[in-house]
């Protein structure tokens, strides 16, 4: 039992307890090509909060790891079988309802650790943030937190090199052999400024890829998923102690 993952502690645990910092896990189940399982970013995304929450609560930051919300946006994806989108307006309900249990509780730093691209939680944080002034919320996408290349040979985004090292690592008996896994071929936009990202639509999934990744993942190898995740975790437990350690009232330097 870890007393700083919510499922697994009790009330006699918990009832007395100082809480500074509530971590969310929030991920995705969709197709990760073919050799992935459904429920990818949601095991990558647990596996690094409960990790990194390990690190931080041994310095003694006071801090709990709620469930992680096993849905995310798939707007995209609508056509690809029993990938579950969650709407944005879905995700915004979702989160006003935990903030406001974690404001009556007096648990005011809020952080949620995001593992899926099509999440994107800036603007609703800033909603979020006029609803409840006396909370500081914020967000972190872990896949952000280190430099592709400093890990591995090809880059891509889903279900890629990256994702499926990691998961060899992780989760290996859910990873089919690379042999079964398509090449994640991904089509680019036509309209040049989409690709160079400073304009922005969302893509239209099965007209990108046909084996529903982007990247890929004949490179991948246990060791370098290993190396990945532990640079994450470190980043991360960082980051947790840090929002532990900072008061809101005093937030800039
Ligand atoms: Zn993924």
Request: include cysteine; proline fraction near 4%; glycine fraction near 6%.
């Amino acid at each position: 039992m870890k007393p700083f993952i919510l499922s697994e502690t009790n009330w006699k645990s918990l009832k007395d307890r100082e809480i500074d910092l509530a971590v969310l896990p929030w991920g995705a189940t969709e197709a990760h090509n073919y050799h992935l399982p459904f429920a990818t970013d949601n095991i990558m995304v647990e596996k690094i909060a409960a990790e990194s929450a390990m690190i931080a609560w041994d310095k003694g930051s006071r801090l709990i790891i709620l469930p992680t919300i096993p849905f995310g946006v798939n707007t995209g994806q609508l056509d690809i079988k029993l990938n579950i989108n969650l709407n944005p307006s879905t995700e915004f309900a979702i989160l006003n309802d935990i903030a406001d249990v974690l404001n009556r509780h007096g648990i005011y730093k809020f952080l949620i650790l995001n593992g899926h691209g099509g999440n994107d939680f800036k603007q609703i944080i800033r909603e979020l943030g006029a609803r409840f002034p006396k909370m500081f919320i914020c967000c972190c996408n872990w896949y952000q937190s280190f430099s592709n290349s400093d890990f591995f040979e090809n880059d891509g985004g889903h279900a890629d090199e990256m994702e499926t090292s990691v998961m060899q690592f992780l989760s290996p008996e859910l990873v089919l052999p690379l042999d079964e896994a398509g090449n994640g071929m991904g089509k680019k936009f036509i309209i040049k400024a989409l690709n160079e990202k400073w304009a922005w639509a969302e893509r239209k999934w099965s007209k990108v890829t046909t084996d529903t990744g982007i990247g890929n993942p004949q490179k991948a190898t246990r060791e370098k998923g290993e190396k990945c995740i532990n640079e994450v975790i470190r980043k991360v437990s960082d980051l947790m102690i840090e929002l532990c350690n900072t008061k809101i009232n005093n937030m800039y330097e």
